[in-house]
């Protein structure tokens, strides 16, 4: 049974900080690359990061410098350190595996960067 279960979201300052950790199947993360995507109300849902299972990371450009994607296989958990955040960021953020991903999708985790 594939599981993918977010957390660690919530509403912060911009400028702030978070760390999204995201628990996911041995079954897929021992195999996929896997990444975090996010979707802002009213947009198309977007990769944010990925990392390969040996660790190469990769960054869309609006977050470059700013966040932080990182695995533990031994725990089976992708997190996604988010640093310096702008109000753009605010969305529902995921983590499936990396292109393609799974068509089954987690709750998800809401960041809200507001003052």
């Known amino acids: 049974q594939v599981q993918l279960v977010e957390s660690g979201g919530g509403l912060v300052q911009p400028g702030g900080s978070l760390r999204l950790s995201c628990a996911a199947s041995?079954?897929?993360?021992?195999?996929?690359?896997m990444g975090w995507y996010r979707q802002a109300p009213g947009k198309q849902r977007e990769v944010v990061a990925r990392i390969t299972t040996g660790g190469s990371t990769n960054y869309t450009d609006s977050v470059k410098g700013r966040f932080t994607i990182s695995r533990d296989n031994a725990k089976n958990t992708v997190y996604l350190q988010m640093n310096s955040l702008k109000p753009e960021d605010t969305a529902v953020y995921y983590c499936?595996?990396?292109?393609?991903?799974?068509?089954?999708w987690g709750r998800g985790t809401q960041v809200t960067v507001s003052s």
């Open positions: 499936n595996t990396y292109n393609p991903p799974l068509s089954y």
């Open positions: 041995r079954s897929i993360f021992s195999i996929y690359a």
